[in-house]
């Protein structure tokens, strides 16, 4: 791990282990801080509201005790039609929403947050990454046996782009790569460069 030009804490503000591998990729210094938010989408909330007012109150949540740090909030919210469609929990469910989305085109928004508790005044970076996936037009028996094996129950959208689920996806549309696994990298690098934050020794 480096600390190129960086004496700032950065806090991960989140329990997912895809999220926590990703930001291990940029080789800076970071620990990891569990929010404690109710993550239900409020009536009729707009996807990307829901998805950006998250990632925002997951990193404001950390940052009432972790002053001076640098936090990173990210929440996903997948739709079809407009419809939002959460993490299935068990294998019934996401047998389920993989027979709704097969055909079609389902948008992830991920939402990052970056949430500088600094003074005067916090700074804050908020930003959407928007995904478009393609599923496959696949028979119930392969996406049973799609989920057996790798039963992605804890995934929205019930498939692992970065594992088998890219053998059920037909096309993925994104401006960055990592968004779909749930942290938009590239975002995420552009926002900490803003608060000074720099990734190569020169």
């Not at 997912?16 to 970071?30: A, H, I």
Request: aromatic letters at 6%; proline letters at 6%; a neutral charge.
């Amino acid at each position: 791990m480096n600390d190129f030009g960086t004496e700032k804490r950065i806090i991960l503000a989140s329990s997912s282990p895809y999220r926590k591998e990703l930001l291990s990729r940029l080789q800076l210094p970071f620990a990891v801080c569990v929010p404690d938010i109710d993550e239900t989408a409020r009536p009729n909330e707009l996807p990307e509201t829901t998805a950006l007012r998250l990632a925002r109150q997951k990193a404001e949540h950390v940052a009432k005790n972790n002053a001076n740090a640098i936090i990173i909030g990210s929440d996903q919210v997948a739709t079809l039609n407009q419809i939002q469609i959460g993490k299935p929990g068990n294998h019934a469910n996401a047998l389920r929403q993989l027979q709704m989305m097969r055909g079609q085109q389902v948008i992830f928004h991920s939402a990052l947050c970056l949430y500088w508790n600094c003074l005067p005044e916090p700074v804050v970076q908020v930003e959407n990454v928007q995904t478009v996936v393609t599923f496959r037009d696949l028979p119930d028996a392969e996406l049973d046996a799609y989920l057996r094996i790798e039963t992605p129950y804890d995934c929205a959208g019930s498939a692992k782009n970065e594992g088998l689920g890219i053998a059920i996806i037909e096309r993925i549309d994104s401006s960055d790569p990592t968004a779909l696994t749930g942290l938009p990298l590239i975002a995420l690098t552009s926002m900490l460069r803003k608060v000074g934050i720099s990734f190569f020794r020169l």
